[in-house]
């Protein structure tokens, strides 16, 4: 087999939907064997287990081969994508040297093997860039947070420090109080204890709810949202980008124009034909009858 025609056989087969299919099977079985681990006394099952071990780093290596040979002539193009880069360093890390038995990092190596589905499903790929891309705003977000937190702690411990020390002896065990309420389980519990003290604790608790449960997550909502349509938005500029005429316009736009040309053409030939006066149905000839000869 000469070398184009491996490539091409490679890129066929990586490209196939059984391929990715029989992949994420793979995976979801690897998942399955990892929770089985988790158990105590598996006996005669520990064997199987490393076996099927082995076998998963064989199939997943054959698989990032045959990746790499999908590209040809160029294998380093096969690291352009992140994805790709994920996926090799996830499978090759399982073979380095130390990592052998039960070691935790090992495990973790394994786990992150799991993390791989996302590669083959648009949806959770587009989740997941959009996660990355709200760092930024998140990391503005979980700073005002965090001032919000230490000034509402302040105060919490000068109010209440002396008849809640559980809660709010320390800055630290006030924060963490704070922190839990904002799941608004222990409102009910922490405003009752506010008014046993007086009806002014009121004012601290709304104010808190109103500032943090109703702003600063609705804030991270909006920049998560954002960054979700941002992401979709280039997750389709990339699906516009092939270009196997090589005519340097992606093959969706070439589509897309052609179309409208055709629409152009329709109703100029329509406009001709009403300005001609053709009509579309076929006209039947009717002879006239022969006049009579005049004497």
Known sequence: MTHERLTAWCARVTESRPFDIAIIVLIGANAIVLGIETYPDLGVAAPLLRTLEWIFRVVFVAEITLRVLAYGRRPQDFFKHGWNIFDFVVIVAAFLPGLHGDSAMLRVIRIARVLRLVRFFPGLRTIVAALLRSLPGVTGFLALAVVTLY????????????????????????????????????????????????????????????????????????????????????????????????????????????SQRLDDLRELVAELERELRIDREPHVRTERPAKAPQH
């Not at 009806?199 to 909006?222: D, E, G, H, P």
């Open 151 to 258: 000034v509402y702690g302040m105060a919490g411990w000068l109010i209440f420090a002396e008849h809640q020390p559980d809660d709010y002896g320390t800055l630290g065990q006030a924060v963490l109080t704070l922190f839990v309420l904002l799941s608004l389980e222990t409102l009910p519990d922490l405003m009752e204890q506010g008014m046993a003290l007086s009806t002014w604790t009121l004012v601290y608790y709304i104010s808190y709810v109103i500032v943090t449960v109703n702003l600063l997550l609705n804030i991270l909502i909006a920049v998560i949202v954002n960054s979700m349509e941002e992401a979709r938005r280039l997750e389709m500029t990339e699906s516009l980008g092939t270009d196997e005429d090589h005519d340097g316009v992606p093959d969706d736009i070439d589509r897309i124009m052609i």
